[in-house]
């Protein structure tokens, strides 16, 4: 059966520092990638997403970058956080064949101070 | 652009209550639609989808929604809340064929008392 991890589960960093927040999917092969924030009260924003290795879409234009390094890695990025980055972080997958629903990761908890 | 609205942000009921989430959307060509839950500390996970067929379409736990194309909705209800139910559910949307994404509405946080 097919998993999705994320780590870390939440993580605490000063404005100005880097982040590096890490997604894997795994028991799946070549599945279309998201990444996307929640913010209390405003739903999920889709951040970026990504149907194969290099190839990353950005829907908002932001601080924040990512990279599919490998098949089934996505990793979110930034190089100085802002205040405004803070909140949760979901990573998702769904199959590249069916057009299906996405199945979500355990999120990130990221507190810019 | 679609966009998805789900007007309750915040809805509390007594156990056994009957539950009706609104969930409109604009986009006027075809669409798959999906009522996700988030359960206290829990995923994110699928309740139900409907992408063809019977507007009417059974999730788990009971819960049902029904497509009505004419009012660009897409309901959630269950006939008897339970406490076990107390989490956030978020409608969303995605042009048929399309797997680039989701739109999300803002989420409504339900609250069942015991």
């Known amino acids: 059966s097919q998993t999705i991890h994320q780590w870390p589960a939440t993580l605490v960093q000063p404005v100005g520092s880097p982040l590096s927040l890490e997604c894997t999917v795994e028991?799946?092969?070549?599945?279309?990638l998201y990444w996307y924030r929640q913010a209390a009260g405003r739903g999920l924003q889709l951040l970026f997403y990504s149907v194969g290795i290099g190839q990353i879409s950005s829907e908002v234009p932001q601080n924040l970058s990512a990279s599919r390094p490998q098949d089934r890695q996505f990793i979110l990025s930034s190089k100085k956080l802002l205040l405004s980055d803070s909140g949760f972080y979901l990573c998702a997958w769904n199959s590249g064949f069916s057009y299906n629903e996405q199945f979500f990761g355990p999120g990130t908890r990221l507190t810019v101070l | 652009a679609q966009s998805v609205s789900q007007h309750n942000h915040h809805v509390i009921l007594s156990e056994a209550a009957s539950l009706e989430l609104g969930c409109n959307y604009s986009?006027?060509?075809?669409?798959?639609l999906f009522w996700y839950v988030q359960y206290p500390g829990q995923h994110l996970q699928l309740l139900l989808k409907y992408f063809s067929g019977d507007p009417l379409v059974k999730g788990i736990k009971g819960f049902e929604a029904e497509f009505i194309k004419s009012k660009f909705s897409f309901n959630l209800r269950k006939p008897s809340v339970q406490w076990s139910d107390t989490a956030e559910y978020f409608c969303a949307v995605n042009r048929a064929g399309s797997a680039r994404q989701l739109t999300f509405g803002s989420g409504t946080q339900l609250t069942v008392l015991p």
């Open positions: 028991g799946t092969s070549n599945p279309n």
């Open positions: 986009y006027g060509g075809t669409v798959n």
